[in-house]
C-alpha cells in the first residue's frame, strides 16, 4: 500500500499494489469491483484500476483516521449519546449496502478495526468478505469475536447477518469484552446504557435470525428515536468564548480541549472559531502530520476547528455549538444583542502573572454585567489557585496544563465534567 498525492488536484489518494503471482489476487480485484460504482461517504471511493506485467494496481481514497479498535485500546471515554450516534452511522452505511440492485451487498465482516473515525465521520474499509447476494457457499475466514451464529453453518446468510455483527461491536465498546451468546452472557455488573439501549442491543443479538430485527432501517428507527428522546439530549450553549488576560496564556490550547471533549461527548456537536489573528491553528497542522483540512475545516481526532481567514473566506457553520477563541484580543461585542449575550458564556484564562491580576479583575467586572464568566487557572499550583481566589472573589477552576492540545486525559475529561455538571456549558 502506498499513499500517493495528485499533482493536479493536491489530493492524497491510496495506491493498493497487488503482485499477479499472489494467492488472493482474485479476492481483492473483485473488492476493488464491488466498490466501483458505490458512491457514499461512509465508503471509500475506488478512482481507478491499472496494470502492468506484474502488478494490479487499485487506486482508492486515502481514509485518514483512527480506527475504533484503536481508539477502544486508548481508553478514550464513549458516552452513551456518541455510541448511539456512531451505530446510526453504521446503520446509514449498511442500509445504503443492502438497498443496492439488483442484489443487496452484504459487508459480513464488521468489526472496530475495520471502522475508520475520519474527519467527524465513519468511514468502513476492508471489504474482502463483502458479497453480492444472499447466497454463500464458501468464506475466506471468520472473525470469531463478532460473527454471527450463522456463519458456522453458512445457512440463512443474509442482512440480518450485518444486524447481530453490529449488536456484537456495539456490545463490546459498551462492555469491553466480546459478546459470547444470551445462554452464555453474564449480566454485566455496571449499568452502562439505559434499558431503551439495552432491549435494542439484545434484539440484535438474537441467535435465531427470526428473532432479530428484520432490516438495518428498523433497528436505525429505534435508534434515532432514543436518540431524540434520550436522557442525555442536553441542550448546550450555542456560543462559548475563550479569552485571555494576556497573550501566550493558553486559549487556543483550552478552546481545543473544549471542542474535543464536547465532541467525545456528543458526536460532532462543536467547531473551534479562532477569532485572534495569531493563526495558531495553522501552525499546528505542521506538528501533528494527521491534521487534515477539509474544505477548509481542519479535523484530528475528536477536534473540528476552522482557522482565522479573515472576511474574504467563511465556512458555513453546521455545527449546534461554537467555541469562538479570541485570544488576548476584545470581544465584538457589537455583534451580539444584549439577551443574546445573556445566553452566552466566556471562559476567561488567567496565570501565575501576579502583576497582571489588577486589569485582569476590571475586564472580568466589565465582563461579568454582560456573560457569565468562568475564570480558569491555566495551571495546577493549589496555593496560586486559592490566593487568585481570594484576590477575585470568585470561583476559580485549575486546567490541567500538557503538551498536547487534542489529548483528553483522565483530568482533562474531569474539568470538563465539573464545568458540564455546574451548568456552565449546557
Known sequence: MYLAEHKRLKDYRAIKCISKTRSTQPSLLLEADLLKNLRHPGIPIIYDVEEDDEYYYIVEE????????????????????????????????????HEQK????????????????????????????????????????????????????????????????????????????????????????????????ERILTKMLQEEPNKRYQSIQAVRQDLLKHHQYGPESKHLKTDIFVMGCTARVGTTHIAISLVSYLNAQRHESAVYQEENSSGLLQQ?????????????????????????????????????????????????????????????????????????????????EELAEMFEVIVVLNCEDQRLKSKLRRYLNRQIYSFSRQTNPFYLGKERMKFWELLEKGGFLN
Open 62 to 97: 486515502y481514509v485518514q483516521g483512527l480506527s475504533l479498535l484503536r481508539y477502544y485500546e486508548e481508553e478514550q471515554p464513549l458516552s452513551q449519546e456518541v455510541l448511539i450516534d456512531f451505530a446510526i452511522q453504521l446503520c446509514d452505511i449498511l442500509q445504503y449496502l
Open 102 to 197: 439488483p442484489q443487496p451487498i452484504l459487508y459480513l465482516d464488521l468489526k472496530p478495526e475495520h471502522i475508520i473515525m475520519s474527519g467527524g465521520h465513519l468511514k468502513l474499509i476492508d471489504f474482502g468478505m463483502a458479497i453480492a447476494g444472499s447466497s454463500i457457499t464458501e468464506t475466506t475466514g471468520i472473525t470469531c469475536e463478532f460473527a454471527a451464529p450463522e456463519k458456522y453453518s453458512m445457512k440463512n446468510i443474509d442482512c440480518r447477518t450485518d444486524i447481530y455483527e453490529l449488536g456484537a461491536v456495539l456490545y463490546y465498546l459498551i462492555y469491553h469484552h466480546y459478546y459470547s451468546g444470551i445462554s452464555k452472557q453474564k449480566t454485566p455488573e455496571r449499568k452502562l446504557i439505559s434499558r431503551k439501549l
Open 284 to 364: 499546528l497542522t505542521y506538528t501533528y502530520a494527521n491534521m487534515k483540512d477539509t474544505g477548509g475545516v481542519i479535523s484530528y481526532g475528536h477536534f473540528i476547528g476552522v482557522p482565522s481567514y479573515g472576511d474574504s473566506f467563511q465556512v458555513e457553520r453546521r455545527w449546534p455549538v461554537c467555541v469562538r477563541d479570541y485570544g488576548a484580543q476584545k470581544i465584538r461585542l457589537e455583534m451580539y444583542s444584549q439577551e443574546e449575550k445573556k445566553q452566552k458564556v466566556l471562559l476567561y484564562v488567567m496565570d501565575g502573572s501576579c502583576w497582571l491580576w489588577p486589569q485582569a479583575a476590571a475586564q472580568i
